[in-house]
């Protein structure tokens, strides 16, 4: 079984801060994707990285794919409240169709 | 318009009922998934339909059977529920089944609570 590890596994900082949240895993995976989830509602996807060393940046946040393809980060830069929620990474392996998700990180930012 | 609705958003019942949930998508997506989210946030996925085929059948109990009479439809009918199936069901389409790397839409998710 594959697992994704987050961490924190919750966070809370003040608005204006950085933060920056990690999916490791000892598996190797073909792509990586990070979704945001806000309560009642269903995951939406942000970005996914497919080539190891990837960095994609979305408006204040950065997603790195680790070079060997095992693990990401998520970076958000002068956080607001707007970015709270749940951040879940997911990844995929070659060949498997399914997507594994990680153990999330719950993100509130305090006006 | 909604791309991906559930029906119910909140299903309470008593242990030992069968219940469904309803799921369409209006995005015209060949690929239709089932998860399931605990309450400490963790989804997992149950089974994945593509073009109304059965692809992806995780280690579900088979008190769990989902039905897909068309593209555009996954319904998941549950038996004899149990305390342990509280939880959130989510539905998901992606335009292709492609390694999961294709974006995947979700559904508001159903909230199931089994007295």
């Known amino acids: ?111 | 318009d909604t791309a991906v609705s559930q029906t119910p958003k909140y299903l309470v019942t008593q242990m030992g009922n069968d219940k469904s949930i309803k799921c369409e998508q209006n995005l015209g997506h060949d690929t239709m998934y089932w998860y399931k989210q605990d309450s400490k946030k963790f989804l997992k996925i149950m089974f994945s339909y593509n073009n109304k085929e059965l692809i992806i059948n995780e280690t579900v109990p088979n008190r769990f059977s989902p039905k897909s009479p068309d593209k555009a439809h996954l319904n998941l009918h549950i038996n004899s529920l149990e305390l342990g199936d509280s939880a959130v069901y989510f539905c998901a389409s992606s335009r292709r089944l492609a390694g999961g790397a294709d974006t995947q839409y979700f559904g508001p998710g159903t909230r199931l609570t089994v007295l």
């Open chain 1, 1 to 111: 079984t594959q697992l994704l590890e987050q961490s924190p596994q919750f966070l809370s900082i003040q608005e204006g801060e950085n933060l920056t949240v990690y999916c490791n895993s000892s598996s190797v995976f073909s792509s990586l994707q990070w979704y945001r989830q806000e309560p009642g509602e269903g995951p939406v996807l942000l970005v996914t990285v497919v080539t190891g060393g990837e960095v994609k940046k979305l408006k204040r946040l950065t997603f790195q794919f680790g070079d060997a393809r095992k693990d990401s980060s998520l970076h958000i830069t002068a956080a607001q409240p707007g970015d709270t929620g749940l951040y879940l990474c997911a990844g995929t392996n070659f060949g498997n169709e399914k997507l594994t998700f990680g153990t999330g990180t719950r993100l509130t930012i305090i006006p």
